[in-house]
């Protein structure tokens, strides 16, 4: 199992954090070019709710389905794949109120490469570039809830 971890601070009270993470938009938001991204069916973040989509890279479509649980709204979720191109994939978020003007936000993943010959080197590429991925995020975040 391969364990992945990245935070960041944002000047934004939790709320807002917890709020924008709430939006069915927000996924949208945080996948750079050039992911594409349709949604088949993202419920309201909820214990159980499903966010069932497919990543276009070029012209590889991805197909993903995570259920939510442990859903705390000031304090985060996580997300488990239950379809897609990884072995195995569980990330938390988790949103940690700074001084009730700024948050830190903490993303932990454990993750296993599939083992499938195609799907296993997707999803080893896509375990290489979380840093990317996850710098991304983090300016984009900060860009939504602070109004940069």
């Known amino acids: 199992m391969r364990h992945f971890h990245h ?10 954090i917890a709020d924008f993470h709430s939006s069915t938009q927000a996924l949208k938001t945080l996948t750079p070019p050039p992911l594409f991204v349709r949604f088949n069916q993202v419920d309201p973040l909820g214990e159980g ?4 989509f497919t990543m276009w890279f070029g012209p590889i479509p991805i197909h993903w389905v995570a259920v939510h649980s442990q ?4 304090e985060g979720f996580t997300d488990t794949q239950v379809e897609g191109p990884f072995q195995t994939w569980v ?5 940690e109120s700074i001084n009730g003007e700024s948050t830190k936000v903490i993303d932990e993943i454990h993750g296993q490469p599939s ?4 799907w296993g080197l997707v999803s080893r590429f896509m375990w290489y570039t979380l840093p990317i991925l996850f710098f991304y995020r983090a300016r984009q975040t900060r860009k939504a ?3 940069r």
């Open 7 to 16: 935070e960041f601070q944002v000047n934004a009270p939790v709320e807002r």
């Open 49 to 52: 709710s499903l966010a069932d």
């Open 71 to 74: 859903v705390n709204p000031m």
């Open 91 to 95: 990330h938390r978020h988790s949103f």
């Open 115 to 118: 083992n499938h010959p195609f």
């Open 145 to 147: 809830v602070e109004g």
